[in-house]
């Protein structure tokens, strides 16, 4: 197969969410979720393509989440 482009994904997304939903929503609520679930930085980084630690940004501001990086 072919990897989706962003094109591709945004089209799918508005079929499911609304206008709301964006794809940076994405991002967040994944490094978000990974996070919780105990993923380490240095996963959370490869997973979301970040080359530095700009993911931090991403991570709600959650004191449980925040202490455990």
Not at 23 to 52: F, N
Request: net charge positive; charged share 20%; hydrophobic share 40%.
């Amino acid at each position: 197969g072919c990897t989706p482009t962003r094109s591709w994904f945004i089209r799918r997304l508005r079929h499911f969410f609304p206008a709301t939903i964006s794809g940076h929503s994405m991002r967040a609520g994944g490094a978000t979720s990974l996070a919780a679930a105990g993923v380490s930085p240095d996963q959370i980084r490869a997973i979301g393509r970040w080359r530095s630690g700009t993911w931090e940004r991403y991570v709600r501001k959650n004191a449980a989440l925040l202490q455990a990086l």
